[in-house]
């Protein structure tokens, strides 16, 4: 291709001038990426008629910007009240919440809006220098790859189990079994559905989401005063800029994991159908393995936090790729863009490169963009909105209840779903009373149906033949990473025993 | 979560609400074995391992809890989770305003439900102090519920009086 | 949407009966079989078994912005998303009264399939489709970069290996014309469901799939990325567009019925049609005139979607299209359920 420095940076420029559709798009994301059962992609929808008013290229402008910024908006709720407002934030609370409650909330929101934004940004600039190149591992990762992928992040269960493995193992093989239910995705026989239609499509995640995290959570903190423990309280004394500027001094002196994880993100935001809520569990995962300290993640760890976090917008980045260049959307979102596009007559795919680069790179600049505003206008609110974990329980208990009820009627428009919350609502509160950990039955209810999918495709493709998972090259590369990176703590925690048996 | 816990400081288990999430698993499993006795095999084989693994994984903590129990302790009770027990009402009386939202959304609508749930659940919880506060605040945030929600998202919630005589006001 | 609501503000307030506190909702009002000489006197629901702003809801807009100048009434449509379509039946016969002002819009090659997997709950005697919207066949086709050119390299490569073929859902029209072909060429086809169009041309764009099977509105409108090699129909309506792709018939010189895959139509109880055969016969006469009306055809053509579909099928053709259907099922019923039959 023949784009130079001169090409991109009068698209840089081009696309700033649009500041004026970036920045509301930054403020409704957040709204609506904050508030369970809400997204970038039923927010396109219903904002259509307006995008389809608006010339493709800000229209497309608008809709990467919402995008961007409702991804990093479903981190705030997660680490503020323990709510993700999206699955994709559903890694965000294991250590962002911890933080909260020790009163560092806006510390933990500038650390997540921190590692969210230049893990963004980072990932959306190696996309637009390496497009021709990314678009390729679409068509390497198959369903036999994806099936190690999907282990990277069923593995982490066993992860957060840590501190009691067969609590946490239960935990997360319910969710998997929960994760069965429906039909089947070869012959669509009806399993586990208890006679309810509604079920048919398998468990919609965010009447899950909502039960699991936020009304258990609701039912919880009654007995509380607020969320906050009783440092933590102290610790919200004296809110100024200080906590803000100490996240990101923090999260940026953790620079080489953002770049890693958000890279994680992007590579698994590539593959068509895949998600930011496998980016984030695999990221988790990772980032604890690897990590010097694996003991300290889930108690308010600034690594736990910045990795789901980066990751997930590294996957915002990555579903634009097949989306331009092979003409696939990576998710919901993209699908969206697409038939705007294609409203225009825009057709995508690897022509649009050459017949109007404009709308080929644009996304990503506009994309780039709209990070670099996030920081002037999204970084400077953790303060103010850390302000919301003071709220008496009195009153945040009933509204999270109502609100999040809202969110889990909203995806699908059936009264079943908020009976259906109700019930993951309860189940969440005994999970959490009595120790099981909420977020492992999530990763098994999220996880489980994605994997038994890619694990059924592989084997009707074989025929039946099992042996076809260890049949693909890079798919056995995985698998011996995945094999490394799950024995890889036993071998350090032995061997730190012996060096302490040494000295 | 552990908060409590570490509070109390002490090692008493209480394995009758440790078991509550094991025995939920098993008889899930079982029911969701016999709704795929007969189907083809793609229906069964992801099914089949990983509930084979969840009944072992019971069945090991089910061994554990005896030794518990044995050992001393802990005992067959539902401390866990009922603990502190002075908040039982509270949370049966939210939960029962769940289920009576639930039921009447459909026919009261999203703004009049809400409003009637906030402002009786926040009542509930604070023992009735700050009435005025706690019903302005309701009507408030069930008001900014309809604006968020049905005006400007257009949600199809299900539409009581106070929607339809909006939708014909307006 | 907007516009249906403020019309409906506007029937609302002109009929005096905008009831202080609106304690009536719109589809109950007290009129009914009194007025029955002057119907629609009240707005038609339409369930609609598959989600909001899908191609359903698109092509339903459509048609019944033309339809309610016509009857001098609204639509409301309610999306019933779910279980390839069983959720929106079983809400439809569950819940509709036979009064001609419940209607269900679907889509009938998948969704008499299912029945044919999967009996519904409720006796299939008593519904009937009475009007077809659209025609868009089956086809086999393959991505740009696939070393298949023809429909022929294919059956030749079939018989040497097992291809696997992505399609939507095992249970569709353009499946079975993939297993009709291998059963009468020899070609060995492993259909491997992927869940949606969106999902199979995924599946063939990024090459884990040999080739794929859709309806032919998602493909020839991506010529750059996909080529069409064959299509289920009689014959091919769009020749300019699918680079003259041939027939099954013509090409394998055989006998098929037709295998329309997207076969979006109206579906109604039959017990209203028994009920209110006058209602009946106002909606058909006036559902015909829809096709003739310019705005129609401008109002689809914003769908995006190829014109050439379009044609009104009446009461006999759809009951003939499900019948063709569900017996080419019946036939390849254990392929399909994975059980014996």
């Not at chain 1, 999206?86 to 806006?106: C, F, S």
């Not at chain 1, 586990?192 to 079920?199: D, K, N, S």
């Not at chain 1, 899950?208 to 007995?223: N, P, Y």
């Not at chain 2, 094991?22 to 189907?39: G, K, R, S, V």
Request: charged fraction near 15%.
């Amino acid at each position: 291709m023949e784009y130079d420095l001169s090409f991109f940076s009068e698209m840089f420029v081009r696309t700033f001038s649009f500041w004026w559709v970036i920045i509301p798009a930054i403020f409704l994301g957040l709204v609506v990426g904050a508030i369970p059962g809400f997204s970038a992609a039923n927010t396109i929808i219903i904002l259509l008629p307006l995008t389809l008013a608006m010339d493709p290229e800000i229209g497309l402008t608008f809709m990467v910007a919402l995008y961007a910024s409702s991804r990093m908006g479903a981190g705030i709720p997660a680490i503020l009240v323990n709510i993700p407002g999206t699955a994709g934030a559903a890694a965000t609370p294991l250590d962002g919440y911890p933080m909260t409650k020790q009163g560092r909330g806006q510390q933990a929101l500038a650390m997540s809006f921190f590692a969210s934004i230049s893990g963004g940004l980072f990932t959306t600039v190696i996309a637009l220098l390496s497009l021709p190149w990314l678009s390729q591992i679409a068509y390497y990762l198959h369903s036999v790859e994806m099936i190690v992928i999907m282990f990277f992040g069923i593995s982490l269960i066993a992860t957060i189990a840590a501190k009691d493995t067969l609590k946490g193992l239960i935990a997360g093989f319910f969710g998997l079994m929960i994760g069965f239910i429906g039909t089947d995705v070869v012959y669509e026989t009806p399993r586990g559905t208890f006679g309810f239609l509604e079920l048919y499509d398998k468990v919609p995640l965010i009447p899950a989401l909502v039960g699991l995290f936020a009304i258990s959570e609701a039912f919880a903190i009654i007995e509380r005063q607020s969320i906050l423990t009783e440092r933590g309280k102290a610790a919200m004394q004296n809110p100024g800029w200080s906590a803000t500027f100490e996240g990101i001094r923090m999260a940026a002196s953790r620079w080489w994991h953002i770049t890693w994880n958000s890279l994680i993100g992007l590579v698994i935001g590539v593959v068509p159908g895949a998600g930011a809520a496998i980016a984030s569990f695999v990221a988790y995962q990772q980032s604890k393995t690897y990590s010097k300290t694996p003991e300290l993640y889930g108690t308010g760890h600034i690594e736990g936090l910045i990795a789901p976090e980066s990751a997930n917008n590294g996957v915002t980045s990555g579903t634009l790729v097949p989306l331009l260049v092979i003409g696939i959307p990576g998710g919901a979102t993209a699908a969206i863009m697409l038939v705007v596009l294609q409203y225009h007559g825009v057709t995508v795919g690897p022509d649009l490169f050459l017949t109007s680069p404009e709308l080929a790179f644009g996304p990503f600049t506009a994309m780039a963009v709209t990070y670099v505003l996030m920081i002037l206008t999204a970084l400077p609110l953790a303060r103010y909105m850390s302000k919301i974990t003071v709220i008496s329980t009195i009153y945040m208990a009933p509204i999270i209840i109502s609100f999040t009820l809202v969110g889990s009627f909203v995806p699908r428009a059936y009264l079943f779903d908020m009976n259906l919350a109700l019930v993951f609502g309860v189940i969440g509160y005994v999970a959490r009373k009595t120790d099981y950990h909420v977020a492992a039955i999530l990763i098994g209810v999220i996880l489980g149906p994605l994997m038994e999918t890619y694990f059924l495709r592989a084997m009707k493709m074989s025929q039946g033949d099992i042996m076809v998972i260890f049949s693909s090259s890079i798919g056995n590369t995985l698998w011996v990473l995945l094999v490394i990176s799950l024995a890889l703590p036993y071998y350090m925690d032995h061997r730190r025993k012996k060096l302490g048996d040494g000295s | 979560m552990t908060d409590d816990k570490e509070a109390e400081g002490s090692v008493h288990t209480s394995v009758g609400s440790q078991l509550i999430i094991p025995i939920a698993a098993i008889l899930f499993t079982i029911y969701y074995f016999y709704t795929i006795i007969d189907a083809p095999w793609t229906a069964q084989v992801a099914a089949f391992i990983v509930g084979s693994i969840l009944i072992i994984l019971v069945v090991l903590f089910g061994l554990k809890s005896v030794k518990i129990i044995r050992t001393g302790q802990g005992a067959l009770d539902f401390d866990d989770l009922i603990t502190p027990r002075s908040f039982v009402p509270k949370r049966l009386g939210l939960l029962s305003l769940t289920i009576v939202y639930i039921f009447i959304v459909p026919s009261l609508g999203f703004t009049i439900t809400t409003f009637l749930f906030l402002a009786m659940a926040t009542l509930l919880l604070s023992e009735g102090k700050n009435m005025s506060l706690i019903l302005s605040l309701s009507a408030g945030l069930s008001l900014g519920g309809y604006l968020l929600f049905i005006v400007a998202f257009k949600t199809r919630f299900p539409a009581g009086p106070f929607e339809t005589l909006m939708k014909v006001l307006f | 949407m907007k516009k249906l609501e403020l019309d409906v503000n506007r029937r609302l307030i002109l009929k005096g009966s905008a009831t202080a506190l609106g304690l009536a909702t719109v589809s109950s009002f007290p009129f009914g079989s009194s007025l029955a000489a002057s119907f629609p006197a009240r707005n038609i629901k339409v369930y609609v078994p598959t989600r909001e702003g899908g191609g359903a809801d698109r092509l339903l807009r459509a048609v019944t912005g033309v339809w309610k100048n016509y009857l001098s009434t609204n639509f409301e449509p309610s999306f019933f998303p779910g279980a390839a379509g069983r959720v929106g039946y079983e809400k439809y016969m569950g819940l509709a009264k036979d009064d001609m002002y419940e209607l269900l819009f679907g889509n009938m090659g998948p969704e008499v399939l299912n029945w044919v997997v999967k009996k519904p709950t409720f006796d299939l005697s008593t519904f009937q489709y009475f009007a077809q919207v659209d025609s868009d066949p089956g086809i086999l086709f393959v991505s740009r970069r696939s070393k298949f050119k023809s429909i022929d390299d294919v059956i030749a490569e079939g018989k040497k290996r097992v291809l696997n073929v992505g399609v939507s859902r095992l249970a569709h029209p353009a499946t079975l014309g993939a297993l009709a072909l291998a059963k009468h060429t020899g070609a060995k086809f492993n259909p491997i469901p992927l869940s949606g169009g969106k999902n199979t041309r995924a599946g063939v764009a990024t090459g884990e799939m040999d080739l794929g099977a859709l309806p032919s509105g998602g493909i020839v409108s991506r010529k750059k990325s996909f080529k069409v090699l064959v299509m289920f129909s009689h014959k091919n309506p769009l020749p300019g567009r699918s680079e003259n792709a041939p027939t099954m018939n013509d090409h394998f010189k055989t006998n098929m019925p037709s295998l329309i895959a997207g076969s979006r139509a109206f579906g109604i109880k039959k017990s209203a049609i028994a009920k209110h055969p006058d209602r009946f016969n106002t909606l058909e006469t006036t559902l015909k005139k829809v096709f003739a009306d310019p705005a129609f055809k401008k109002a689809y053509l914003k769908t995006k979607s190829p014109w050439e579909f379009i044609g009104y099928r009446g009461p006999e053709a759809c009951a003939e299209y499900s019948r063709n259907i569900s017996k080419i099922g019946q036939e390849f019923k254990e392929l399909l359920s994975g059980k014996k039959t």
